[in-house]
């Protein structure tokens, strides 16, 4: 419920602070004085979307701030601000939004940042505004189902529903993806076991290459090779003057000389040392020489294999340890897509689950839908015939949405198309609604719904923007009378130009457009005992005449509040 409203630098409004309790509220006031921008204020704080437009020609930024109080049985609301961890004080919270002339704007709960959208999702627990274009959102069947289903108790059960079908729509969307890309599937496992069986075939090892690259330089250059091994040969213990020769020489001479002389001792163990080095030496390469052949076949080997590792590296990577990481990886995607045809059976079976909860769940709102609106049907019909509709016919229709190509058809939000329809005269058959011409009438349905409504829902506050369109007279007055009657349960605002309305109100707030200091300014004023006969006489005949005075006197008497009887609507001095 809406206790506060603090308006600043909003349109025509310089300052504005009003407080008010639960209770039909009524807003008059002569055609341009700036009713609509007490609405447009509180749309604003409702989360409608708000420019540099709405801020007062002069001022850098418009405020609209409120204090809501909240009903613990508006468990969605309670809810919501639990799990942003939103904290009441005393049952309510302070909300402020403000938009800057940049068009860049802030809102807070709490004094905790919120999003616009976040904004309109909690407010729509809590107020409900029917503007002076709300009509329009009458004629969608959407709409129609919207309603039906919160007569019903059904809005936590089709929230589920839809949570449902949306979870079976995105994996039968995935279920249809894997399916048209099969053949890609099959032709990259193609791609790939080829890939594997080539590796696996040609069995790279680590560091091949660069062995058999030595193997050929050195089979490519055996008469090189040759030569220059057999010239070493010959200086190491071939000639006559080669290093094995001239050793053993030396060592034999240096052994005598040691025998003579002690000092050459070092000497000649080191020249023995050299002896046995340069022997060792001479075997070893004597060994080499001999194993020394020329293999054209093996040469044509090692070019064919070295000439297989070039290929794979080209594919695959730049040495063989690239080579076969790229088989390992292959081989993992072998194994899952291998896996896809688990998946996709798996995907199945949660489809099909899911579409037994589907078929389970639409079959029990249906059910309850059904049964709600004959319900529905008949006590708009009774509210309509209070507001001069007596031969009206109201009907909520509750259709299947018809049999597709796999069963019943399903929407997002069940197996049913719902639409109101109506017969305004007796002899007619009941229409669309779209087909009413009158916004009167449209009116007249809107309030009849919102009448059945507000016994149904948790929604604390309405708001009625100029309901009276196209009516008057006994009408007008039935209009009144169930305008307050809602208002024993809710708190209701009231836009009205009817002065049979408005004399049903528990306050009565007159919104007058003045200019002071050269600055046109809207203010709003409670009206109470002679203030509130002069307002409601002007609204019945234009002036304050005996006539309408007289007039203004008889209405107030029968369908009036007397001051004391108000409902507190706390008021200062000037509310601008």
Known sequence: MLEELI??????????????????NVLTGETGAGKSIIVGSLSFLLGAKAGAEVIRSGADEARVSAVVSLGKENQDALDWLTTRDIALEDDRFILRRTVKRSGRGSISIQQVPVTRRDLAELMAFLFDLHGQHTHESLLRRETHRRYLDRFAGLERETLEFNRLFLNHTDLQKRLEAQVSSERDRNIRLEVLNYTVTEISKAAPQKGESRELESEAQRLGDFEKLSGQVNAAAAALFEDDLSVLGLARRARTSLESAAAIDEELSPVAQRMEDLYYEAEDLAAEFRAYREGLRYDPERLEAVEARLALLYRLKKKYGPDEEAILDY?????????????????????????????NAITSRAGVISARRTAAAQELSTRITGILADLGMPHARFSVSVSSKGQGAEGVRYGPWGADEVEFLIAANIGEPLKELSRIASGGELSRVMLAIKTVLSEADTLETLVFDEIDTGIGG????SVGEYLARIGVLKQIFCVTHLASIAVRADNHLKVEKKTEAERTITTVVLLEGDTRRHEIARMLAGDAGA??????DALLAKYGHSAEHGKGVNHGENYR
């Open 7 to 24: 308006v600043q630098n909003y349109a025509l409004i310089d300052s504005l602070s009003l407080s008010f309790e639960q209770g039909f």
């Open 327 to 355: 088989q390992a990886k292959a081989l993992a995607e072998i194994e899952a897509l291998a896996g896809v045809e688990e998946h996709r059976e798996k995907l199945k079976a949660e489809i099909a689950l899911l579409e």
């Open 474 to 477: 006994a009408v007008a007055l």
């Open 547 to 552: 006539a309408a005075l007289a007039h203004a």
